[in-house]
């Protein structure tokens, strides 16, 4: 009789997947009847890309939490030494220029000496500036540490960063994991801001500091031993790139942080870095500088707690990582300047009508506000870096560095301006109306980027 637990006949070359001979066959061997045969089959092991992007996210996810940490800081260290606002202040805005320009000189410096080596260097900086803190005495201290060394750690590791790793590890799902890894800055904020208050609350500033500085050399041995600069470093191809395709091939790069300017002076002759440069310095006025800094102030202008429009406020992160991770996801499926028109023309939309929702009590029209500011807040992150990466190619992520310099200067404008129209005519008001009219600027400016008609970007030709 056959014997019915006998496995399928083999589909491959792969002795594992072989049928073993049934008794009373020609060749087979002789075994117990009632023993069922075993079949080995291989598991394939993940791309190293999700490895690497893995690790990143981490990285990211703290570089967030640690750029955000000053600003819970600031009562407490007016409390212990007396220090104005303005002065501790001064601190906070030199971490988030930084944050900004630091940023094409960092993505030029992985160029040239590696994501690893730039990236456990800034982490060994943010531990260095946070933990310092606790012997600091004097307000220029405070300048040097949260200000200066922290403020070029967490920019070596903002969008560029992000752009660095998507454009030599993926070619397949870039937008995708784009959004996710841009995400996680939502989501360090998030995860760290409160338990940061928390512990500065009850136990005062310097625990905080001293969690910082663990939890930023905790990530370097994480991020030496799984990250690498190259697929070609591990054997492999750009995630999804296909057969011939030299995408994730290690090349030779030359000139460290000066590259960054020679970048800089040749995307400045193109018409597309200004316009998408324009549109993002619109991005960082119409949140980080307008919404981030003023919103909490302007909705208790109209009698409502502060408590609550900050509570607000972290509702708008939250939403805000679902809308970066779906905006990843279409922009790997849609034209990235149909997506940018979308995006700035509602967000404009949306602050002209802010001033009309503004009052003592949270009505259900500021609900749906926060719902759809949260999921457009940075949703232009991915589509502006697949475009600088096609316009650009493989100075894309530096390009795109210069960009989000551009993101920065226009937030600082913003907080400034925003906090100068407040003075003047005592609202916020004309502020909205401004960045909303600004916004159907960048939407246009957006639609003018013209796109390689024809080219070839990672081995795949784009019509």
Known sequence: MTDLRAPLPPTGDDPADRATPVPGDAGAIDRPTDVAPVTTRRRRAPHPAWIVAGVGFVALLGAAAFRSVPSV????????FGWSHATISAAVSLNMLLYGVISPFAAALMDRFGIRRVVCSALVLIAAGSGLTVFMTEAWQLVATWGLLVGVGVGSMSMPFVATI???????????????????GATGQLVFLPLVSMLAHEHGWRLPSVLVAGVALAVVPLVWLFVRDYPSDVGVRAYGAPEGSDAGTRVAV?????????????????????LLAGGFAVCGASTNGLVGTHFVTAAHD??????TAAGLLALVGIFDVAGTIASGWLSDRVDPRYLLLGYYSLRGLSLLILPSLLGPHTQPSMWVFVVFYGLD???????????????????????????????????AIAATGAGLIRDLQGSYDLAWYLAGALCGLAALMSMLVRRPRASAVDGLVRA
């Open 73 to 80: 800081l600031i009562d407490p260290l007016h409390a212990e």
């Open 166 to 184: 998507t454009g030599r590890w993926f070619v397949r799902s870039r937008g995708l994991v784009t959004g996710v890894l841009t995400a996680a």
């Open 254 to 274: 030359d000139g460290g942080a000066g590259r960054a300017l020679r970048v800089l002076a040749s995307a400045a002759r193109r018409p597309g870095f200004w």
């Open 302 to 307: 109209h009698g409502m707690p502060p408590t």
């Open 377 to 411: 807040w940075i949703a232009t992150v991915p589509p502006t870096v697949l475009l600088c990466r096609e316009l650009f190619g493989a100075d894309g992520p530096i390009a795109f560095g210069w960009v989000f310099a551009a993101h920065q200067v226009g937030a």
